[in-house]
C-alpha cells in the first residue's frame, strides 16, 4: 500500500516538474527581438497542462476540460487579475469555445459521420458478415504475425480518410487479432499508425485538399510561383517520419520485436488464457449461423465507391473526363478530389449509405431479424458518445490554444536563433510539439504552414530552395506525429475506441514507438539531408537504423500451443 502511495506521489511530482519546466523555459525565452510574438508563454500553459493531467489521472475528459477551463481564464484574467469581470469574461469565453466548437458545421459534419458509422459496423456484426470475414481470413492469417500483417495491410489499403480507415481496419480485424492473443495496445498501434500517415502521404484522399490549398496560399503570399500540388510532390522526398513509420510497423511485425510497454501488453496477451470479451469478438464467437462474407465486403466496399464517386462529381470529375484512361490516372483523379468542397459531408452521407446497404444485405440473406436493428442502433450511438464528448472538448482546447497564440509563439522562438540548415529539423520538433499539445494535424498545419515557411524562404535567400521544400515536409511530418500519438488527437480517440482499447493505454504503449521513430526520422534524416546529403540517401541510413535497433531487441517470448503455431481452433 504504501509502495502504491509512494508511486503516485512520485507521479505527481514528476508531473509537476515536468509542466514546471516547460513553462520555465518557455517564459525564459520569451524576450523581445525583430521576429518575437506577441502571443504570451503562458500560450503553452493549456495544452501542457492537458497531457500532463491525462497521463497523471487517466481521465482524459476531465483533464480536458480543466485545460479548456485554465485556458479561458488565461485570455482575460492576467490582464487584470484582481477584476471580478475578469474573470467573468474568462468564464464566458470558455463557455464560447465550447458552445462554438459543438455549433460549427465543420464539425458537426465529422461528428455526424460516426454515429452511422459505428451503427454500420453493429448492423455487420449482428448479421455475421465480421465472422463470414473472419473465417475467410483465418484460412490464409495463420500466426500472429500473419494477424498483424493483415491488419496493417488493411490500414494501407484504407487510404482515403484517416476516421474510416481508424474504424474500418480496428473494427473488423479485432476478433482476428484477440483469437491471436494479439493485444489491443498492439491493434490499436497498427489502427493509428497506418491512419493519418497513410491518409497524409496518400495523393488521392481528403487529406491533399486541404494540404495543397495551404501551399498555394503561401506560394502566392510569397510570389514562389510554384502550384500547391508541385510543393506537395516536393515535399514527399522529406517526408521522413511518415515513411519511416510505415517501414517500422511492417518490419517490427516481421521481425517479431517488440519493446518498452507494448512488449509488456503483448506477453500478457499471448500469455492469457482469455481474450478480452467485448462486443465484437461476442458477435461474431456467437452466432450460430456460419456467416457471410458478402454482408460485410459489400456495405464497406458500398461505402468507399460511395465516398470516391461524391468526392469525382463534387471535384468536377465529369467535366475533367478526357476517355477511360483518366480512371487510371493518379493526376486526373489528384485535380478531381483537391476540387471538392464538401469531403466531410460526402463521408456523412457515405457512413448513411453504408449503414443502409448494411441492413438491406442483412434482411435479404436472412441472418438479420428486424428485432436487432434498434438494438444495433442504439450499441452503435452508445459508441459514438464517448469519441464525440472528447473530440468537442479536443476542439475545443485548439480554440483556446488559437486564441492564446500557442502556435504563434512556439514558432516564433526559432525566428533569428538559427543557421539555415538548422530550419528544417527544429521545425519538425515544433510542428511535433505543437500537435501533440494541441492533438490537431490540420490546426498545426494552418499555424505553421503560413508562419514558418516565410522564414524558410529567408533563409534561403527569397527562393524557393532546399531549406522551403524541406521545412514543408518537416511541418506536414511535425503536423501528423502529434495526430498520430497525441492522448487529445482526434485520430488517436478514434483509433482507441474502434479497437476497444483504453485510451491511455494506447498511448502509453504506442508513444515509445512514436518518439523513436521521430527520433531516427530527426538524427538519421532530417540533420543528414539538411546538411546536404540526398533525401533518399537519408532515408535508407534510417531505414537501416530501424532495422539495427529492431535486430538488436530478443523475440518475443510464446507459450507453446499458442495460436502463433498455427494449430488454433476456427472460432
Not at 527581438?33 to 508563454?41: E, I
Not at 460549427?104 to 455526424?112: A, Q, V
Request: hydrophobic share 50%.
Amino acid at each position: 500500500m504504501f509502495s502504491r502511495q509512494g508511486s503516485i506521489h512520485r507521479k505527481i511530482i514528476g508531473a509537476a516538474a515536468v509542466f514546471a519546466a516547460v513553462c520555465g523555459v518557455a517564459a525564459w525565452f520569451q524576450t523581445p527581438g525583430p521576429t518575437a510574438s506577441s502571443a504570451p508563454w503562458f500560450s503553452v500553459v493549456p495544452p501542457v497542462l492537458a497531457i500532463v493531467l491525462a497521463f497523471l489521472t487517466h481521465h482524459v475528459i476531465v483533464s480536458l476540460g480543466v485545460a479548456i477551463v485554465i485556458g479561458g481564464l488565461l485570455s482575460t484574467v492576467p490582464a487584470a487579475p484582481t477584476s471580478l469581470g475578469a474573470w467573468a469574461a474568462g468564464g464566458r469565453t470558455v463557455f464560447g469555445h465550447i458552445a462554438n466548437t459543438a455549433t460549427d458545421p465543420t464539425n458537426l459534419l465529422i461528428l455526424s459521420f460516426i454515429p452511422p458509422i459505428f451503427a454500420m459496423v453493429e448492423v455487420i456484426m449482428a448479421s455475421g458478415g465480421f465472422r463470414g470475414v473472419v473465417l475467410w481470413l483465418l484460412k490464409r492469417v495463420r500466426s500472429r504475425k500473419s494477424a498483424q500483417g493483415a491488419t496493417a495491410l488493411l490500414g494501407i489499403l484504407c487510404f482515403i480518410d484517416d476516421y474510416a480507415n481508424a474504424i474500418i481496419v480496428g473494427s473488423m480485424m479485432q476478433p482476428i487479432t484477440d483469437r491471436f492473443r494479439i493485444s489491443r495496445e498492439k491493434l490499436a498501434f497498427l489502427v493509428d499508425a497506418t491512419s493519418a500517415p497513410v491518409s497524409g502521404l496518400a495523393v488521392v484522399s481528403t487529406w491533399i485538399a486541404y494540404e495543397v490549398a495551404l501551399f498555394a496560399d503561401v506560394s502566392e503570399q510569397l510570389g514562389m510561383g510554384k502550384t500547391g500540388y508541385s510543393m506537395f510532390f516536393d515535399a514527399l522526398s522529406f517526408r521522413f517520419y511518415c515513411l519511416l513509420m510505415l517501414i517500422f510497423v511492417f518490419a517490427h511485425v516481421l521481425l517479431g520485436r517488440d519493446f518498452g510497454p507494448m512488449r509488456k501488453a503483448e506477453r500478457a496477451a499471448a500469455d492469457s488464457d482469455e481474450t478480452e470479451a467485448s462486443t465484437e469478438s461476442t458477435a461474431v464467437n456467437g452466432m450460430r449461423q456460419p456467416g457471410k462474407a458478402i454482408n460485410a465486403l459489400l456495405p464497406l466496399g458500398g461505402l468507399i465507391v460511395f465516398h470516391m464517386t461524391g468526392l469525382w462529381i463534387d471535384g468536377g470529375g465529369p467535366a475533367k473526363w478526357t476517355g477511360l484512361g483518366s480512371m487510371a490516372s493518379w493526376t486526373y483523379w489528384r485535380q478531381v478530389i483537391s476540387a471538392a468542397e464538401h469531403s466531410h459531408f460526402i463521408l456523412m452521407c457515405a457512413a448513411v449509405f453504408g449503414f443502409t446497404l448494411a441492413t438491406v444485405c442483412g434482411r435479404l440473406s436472412g441472418s438479420l431479424p428486424i428485432s436487432l436493428l434498434p438494438g444495433c442502433v442504439r450499441r452503435g450511438i452508445k459508441r459514438a458518445l464517448l469519441p464525440t464528448v472528447v473530440l468537442v472538448l479536443a476542439w475545443s482546447l485548439k480554440s483556446c490554444c488559437e486564441t492564446l497564440g500557442t502556435g504563434e509563439f512556439l514558432t516564433a522562438l526559432l525566428a533569428g536563433r538559427i543557421a539555415p540548415c538548422w530550419f528544417p529539423p527544429l521545425l519538425f520538433l515544433v510542428a511535433s510539439a505543437t500537435s501533440f499539445a494541441t492533438g490537431t494535424s490540420w490546426g498545426t498545419m494552418a499555424i505553421l504552414i503560413p508562419t514558418a515557411i516565410p522564414i524558410a524562404f529567408a533563409l534561403d535567400g527569397e527562393t524557393y530552395g532546399l531549406t522551403t521544400m524541406m521545412s514543408l515536409g518537416a511541418v506536414l511530418d511535425g503536423a501528423i506525429f502529434g495526430d498520430h500519438c497525441s492522448p487529445i488527437s482526434d485520430t488517436t480517440i478514434i483509433s482507441s475506441t474502434a479497437s476497444s482499447c483504453d485510451l491511455i493505454r494506447h498511448v502509453q504503449t504506442q508513444l515509445p514507438y512514436s518518439l523513436f521513430v521521430a527520433a531516427v526520422a530527426l538524427t538519421a534524416a532530417y540533420v543528414p539531408s539538411a546538411l546536404g546529403l540526398a533525401a533518399k540517401w537519408s532515408l535508407g541510413a534510417a531505414i537501416l537504423v530501424i532495422l539495427g535497433v529492431l535486430l538488436t531487441r530478443r523475440r518475443q517470448p510464446h507459450r507453446p500451443g499458442t495460436p502463433e503455431t498455427g494449430t488454433s481452433s476456427s472460432p
